[in-house]
């Protein structure tokens, strides 16, 4: 069973443009989640996603940063118009919470450079 | 809103000796407890966890922790480090009121010399 799988595993991005960070969740994993890591810092939550809805974003700056989780493919993190700021690990995790599993289950990351 | 506390941002040993890592949690009437581990430029690792039941819970690599609800406490401890061990990690809540999110503490960097 392959595990979580993000990609790019590292990108670099000019100020102004987009970036788009892709995670595949484990086989049978219906819930996402999405974290940043900024650098010496610890993982902040950014969002939880379910297929097709958003459960909680309470993480999510509120401005350029957005997330999506489609019936089919894989979840996607948006970020428009990067600035410096934005420069960071962003790790997603996935889980199964049938059964009383409650583990997350963490991707490599993609460590986006902003230039 | 649950938060979580590493008492300890760099923790050197050396190898063969014990260690011990310390986290503390805001108290909550239910909580999941969980350690990761991440070694550099990857993702992070499940150590072992706390959801119910004994106090004590041993995880992979030797590691063990024990859950203290009185002290809201959940230390992490190897009685014998390894140079491999050498690597950040994380202590982290699941808050069952908040969906199952993870709130992390700040990470301990836990380097082990020879």
């Known amino acids: 069973n392959a595990g979580v799988m993000q990609n790019p595993r590292h990108l670099v991005r000019r100020r102004g443009q987009e970036a788009r960070l892709r995670c595949s969740p484990m086989?049978?994993?219906?819930?996402v989640y999405w974290y940043r890591q900024l650098p010496e810092e610890g993982l902040k939550f950014m969002v939880y996603?379910?297929?097709?809805?958003?459960?909680?974003e309470s993480g999510m700056p509120k401005e350029r940063f957005s997330a999506e989780f489609p019936k089919e493919g894989p979840s996607i993190l948006r970020i428009q118009q990067v600035v410096r700021g934005d420069s960071a690990a962003y790790f997603c995790?996935?889980?199964?919470?049938?059964?009383?599993?409650?583990?997350?289950?963490f991707g490599p990351g993609t460590r986006l450079l902003v230039l | 809103a649950q938060s979580v506390t590493q008492l300890d941002s760099q923790v050197p040993v050396f190898e063969e000796a014990p260690v011990e890592l310390r986290c503390n949690y805001s108290s909550s009437v239910s909580v999941y407890l969980f350690w990761y581990v991440q070694y550099p430029n990857q993702g992070l690792q499940l150590l072992l966890k706390?959801?119910?039941?004994?106090?004590l819970v041993k995880g992979i690599n030797g590691f063990e922790a024990e859950f203290n609800k009185s002290q809201t406490s959940f230390h992490l401890r190897k009685p014998s480090v390894h140079i491999s061990d050498t690597a950040e990690y994380f202590c982290?809540?699941?808050?069952?009121?908040?969906?199952?999110?993870?709130?992390f503490g700040q990470g301990t960097e836990l380097s082990v010399k020879p």
């Open positions: 995790a996935s889980a199964d919470y049938t059964g009383g599993q409650e583990t997350q289950y």
């Open positions: 996603l379910q297929k097709e809805n958003i459960i909680d």
């Open positions: 706390y959801l119910s039941g004994s106090t």
């Open positions: 086989k049978g994993h219906s819930h």
């Open positions: 982290a809540v699941s808050d069952l009121n908040q969906g199952g999110k993870l709130i």
